[in-house]
């Protein structure tokens, strides 16, 4: 069973910081890439950063600058900083864990935190 737990949401203002997190409950934490999504309201989730067990990272082209994922193994974390935060950047954001094994292919998702950038 994998089990991905969100937090740190909240309110903040236009160009204002926070720090998400997600805590996996999940056996050999290190064999999953990790991986930051996001829906806004009448909008199609997207992937905001995702991070291998080696630490190799991706991100959306327009979030580059100003997000950064990251990842403890030691303590089945990973964590999403965000910076610099535009009205746009508000929707729920989505802890996903990928598996890709011999067997097929496994994504688990968390149950999301609202993030909201208003004034």
């Known amino acids: 069973q994998v089990q991905l737990v969100e937090s740190g949401g909240g309110l903040v203002q236009p160009g204002g910081s926070l720090r998400l997190s997600c805590a996996a409950s999940?056996?050999?934490?290190?064999?999953?890439?990790m991986g930051w999504y996001r829906q806004a309201p009448w909008k199609q989730r997207e992937l905001v950063a995702a991070?291998?067990?080696?630490?190799?990272?991706n991100y959306a082209d327009s979030l580059k600058r100003r997000f950064t994922i990251s990842r403890d193994n030691a303590k089945n974390m990973v964590y999403l900083q965000m910076n610099s935060l535009k009205p746009e950047d508000t929707a729920v954001y989505y802890c996903?864990?990928?598996?890709?094994?011999?067997?097929?292919?496994?994504?688990?998702w968390g149950q999301g935190t609202q993030v909201t950038v208003s004034s």
């Open positions: 999940v056996r050999t934490f290190s064999s999953y890439a």
């Open positions: 996903n864990a990928h598996l890709d094994r011999w067997s097929g292919k496994y994504d688990y």
């Open positions: 991070i291998t067990s080696g630490g190799s990272t």
